[in-house]
C-alpha cells in the first residue's frame, strides 16, 4: 500500500517544487509514494500540478498524483501531513512591514517577532486550527508537520487549544551550524551541535568538530582575523559603527558579537535575530544601516519572491521537458522532511532540529514551551533530547520572549485586539499606547478580509 503525504499551501512553489524534487530522488522508508497536493487558489494550484507532473515524468517516477483546492478531499488515508500556508499571501505579509514602518518600527522580516509576526499570527492561527481540525477528523494517525511562520507561535496555539502534537521544521539552526564549518574550513558532516531555543532565536551552545570542543578555536580564529573590530565594539556600537567591506563579507556581526559575549552562537543570523534584541537597534538602525532598508532590504526579499514565483509558472507552462540540471539545485526549508520521514519510516533514530513541545526536556524553561532542539526522529514520532546543560543566562532570553508568544497565542485564539496591543508592548518594540492602538487599528484594518 502506497504512503500518502499532503502538502496544504503548495502554492508556495519554491517548497513545494523542492520537496516533490525530494520525493522523487529519495523515495523516504523505501516506500511508493502518493503525493497530494492543496491549495485554495485554483489557478496557483494548476501551475504546481502541472510542474510535479513534469518533474514525475522527467524521472518516470512511480509516484501517484492527486489535487483539490479543498483539503477535505485530499486528507483521508493521509499518512504525513505538511503545511506551508500564508494567508494573505506576500500582499498581506507587506502590510506586516509597512504599516508599523509608520510608527518608526523597521523590520527585516516580520513574520515571527515584532509587530509584523504579531499581525501574523492574528490570521495564521484561525487558519491553521481549522486545518488541524481536519486532520483529527480526517488522518488522526497522520504525523504533522508545519513549515508556517510564526512558527512558535502556531505550534503553541494548537498544542494549547487542541492538545495535538503538531511539529515545526525550520532549517535555520542547522544553516548556521553550516555556516560555522565553513568559516572554519570543516568537513560539514563532522560537525556536531546543540542548540536550544525558539524558532528564528535559537542558540548554539555546544558545537564540535570530530567530537572535540570547537568553540576555543573559532574564538581565537575570529579575533585574529577580525580582532581589531569585535574587540572594540560597545552596545552603542551594534547601532552606529559602519562595518567594512571584511565584516560584511563575513556576515552576521551582531551574533558574532554576541558570541564572544556569551560563548553560543544564536541562529538563524542577524537577519531574524535581530528582531528579537530590538533593545540594541534604536529605530531600527543596524552598524549605520536601517534593517529592512538597507540592511536586509524587506522590498528585495519580496520581489525575488514573487520573481521566484513567476519562474516557476513559466516553467511549469513551458512545452520544454525538465532536463537532469533541474534537480540537483533544490537547497531551502524542504531539505530536511524526507529525511525525517525515511528516519520515522525505518525507525532510523536520526536527530534533526524541530520545534517541539518542551515537556522538561530543558529544565529552565517552561514545560509547556514549544521550544526549537535537537529532536530524535522515530517510529512513534519525533522525540525531544535531553538537554540539561542548557545555559541559564540562555534561558532568561528565550523565557522573556515566550511570555510575548504566549500573549499573542492567546490573542490570536480569542481573536483579541486588546491582547494583540498587550503582546506589542510587552515586546518592548514602542511604548506609548496610543501609537500601539493607532498601529493595531491599521493594521486589522488593511488584513480584515483574512481574519475570522
Partial sequence: MRKKLVIIGAGSAMFTQGLAADLITKQPGGAKWHLSLVDIDEKVLDGIVRLVKKMIDAKKADIELSWSTDRRDCLPGADYVVTTIGVGGRRAWEQDVFIPRKYGIHQPVGDTAMPGGISRAMRMVPAMLAITKD???????????????????????????????????????????????????????????????????TFIYDFRYEGKNAWPDVRKKLLEEYGDFFMNIN??????????????????????????????????????????????????????????????????????????????????YSPEPLGEEFFTHFHGEHEQLMDIINSIELDLRETYYMNVQNNGAIPNLPSWAVVEMPAIAT??????????????????????????????????????????????????????????????????????????
Fill in 135 to 201: 486532520v483529527i477528523r480526517y488522518c488522526p494517525n497522520a504525523y504533522f508537520f508545519n513549515y508556517s511562520n510564526p512558527m512558535a507561535i502556531i505550534c503553541r496555539a494548537i498544542r494549547k487549544k487542541l492538545n495535538y502534537p503538531i511539529t515545526g521544521l525550520c532549517i535555520g539552526t542547522a544553516a548556521l551550524e553550516w555556516y560555522i564549518a565553513d568559516y572554519m574550513g570543516y568537513d560539514r558532516n563532522k560537525v556536531t551541535s546543540l542548540a536550544a531555543g525558539i524558532n528564528h532565536c
Fill in 235 to 316: 552596545d552603542k556600537d551594534l547601532s552606529d559603527k559602519k562595518i567594512d567591506k571584511n565584516i560584511l563579507a563575513l556576515g552576521e556581526p551582531f551574533s558574532w558579537s554576541f558570541f564572544l559575549k556569551y560563548g553560543a552562537f544564536p541562529a538563524p543570523g542577524d537577519r531574524h535575530i535581530t528582531e528579537f534584541f530590538t533593545e540594541y537597534f534604536p529605530n531600527g538602525k543596524y552598524f549605520g544601516r536601517v534593517l529592512g532598508h538597507d540592511a536586509f532590504s524587506f522590498e528585495k526579499t519580496i520581489e525575488m519572491g514573487d520573481k521566484i514565483h513567476d519562474d516557476i509558472m513559466k516553467t511549469a
Fill in 379 to 452: 517510529a512513534t514520532g519525533p522525540k525531544p533530547m535531553m538537554l540539561d546543560n542548557f545555559p541559564d543566562t540562555l534561558a532568561s532570553f528565550i523565557t522573556r520572549f515566550l511570555s510575548v508568544i504566549e500573549i499573542t497565542v492567546d490573542a490570536s485564539l480569542n481573536g483579541d485586539r486588546r491582547l494583540m496591543e498587550e503582546a506589542i508592548l510587552a515586546g518592548g518594540y514602542i511604548t506609548d499606547r496610543n501609537a500601539v492602538r493607532s498601529m493595531v487599528d491599521d493594521l486589522l484594518i488593511a488584513q480584515k478580509e483574512y481574519l475570522p
